[in-house]
């Protein structure tokens, strides 16, 4: 079954949003890469909108979902995507604040105020939305760190896409620094994905 018959027969918005996210992660997987980083970003993104329609209203994101939606937003912001990135800041500073509401209502604030401490992004995500240099680094540095420490941080941001497949803090510490006048990326996207692009795009329209 191709991918594009795998999305005909999708029931839902949240379904075919699911559907892509599987297809992104599994290309990126291959050793000889038939999809760029660019490309992915782009799926992503489609995907990112359709499963967050139908996320129960976008009521309960996890913690894993704010850094989800907060790595998209930086690489908007690296792409030079700025309507995006704004769309993705907007949606992560909501996803933290429900998720920030529903973690006190069903634990307590005093126990919120403890756990934030222990995560580096949720510690400061405007900051990180920021895309400044300092947290960059940050970023850079929990990257490139030993994984075996006693301090509680996970979630990673490495964890969720671009996973490892691509360094952007990195790249936007090098602009941020002036080791380039911008990022350059071919935003050109093959005929094969427009095509996937398009198939999702016509199947979610079916669905509404």
């Not at 379904?15 to 992503?44: C, H, N, P, W």
């Not at 704004?86 to 756990?115: C, P, V």
């Not at 996973?163 to 071919?186: A, P, R, S, T």
């Amino acid at each position: 079954m191709t991918i594009i018959q795998k999305f005909n027969e999708c029931r839902s918005k949240g379904s075919l949003g699911q559907e892509l996210l599987d297809f992104v992660q599994s290309a990126l997987r291959e050793k000889e890469k038939k999809i760029t980083i660019y490309e992915a970003y782009q799926l992503m993104e489609i995907s990112n909108r359709f499963m967050n329609f139908t996320r129960l209203g976008k009521a309960f994101p996890s913690a894993d979902k704010v850094i989800e939606s907060l790595n998209l937003a930086l690489l908007a912001k690296l792409f030079n995507d700025e309507d995006l990135y704004l769309q993705f800041g907007i949606d992560t500073l909501e996803m933290y604040d429900m998720h920030k509401r529903n973690f006190i209502k069903f634990n307590s604030e005093e126990a919120w105020n403890r756990g934030i401490h222990t995560h580096y992004i949720l510690e400061d995500i405007n900051g990180f939305l920021s895309a400044d240099l300092e947290h960059m680094e940050i970023l850079s540095n929990k990257r490139k760190k030993t994984r075996k420490n006693t301090q509680k941080e996970f979630p990673y941001h490495w964890s969720y896409f671009p996973y490892n497949y691509f360094n952007y803090e990195d790249e936007l510490i090098k602009v941020l620094k002036g080791e380039k006048d911008h990022y350059e990326v071919d935003k050109t996207i093959s005929p094969e994905i427009c095509d996937i692009m398009t198939a999702v795009e016509v199947r979610a329209i079916e669905l509404e």
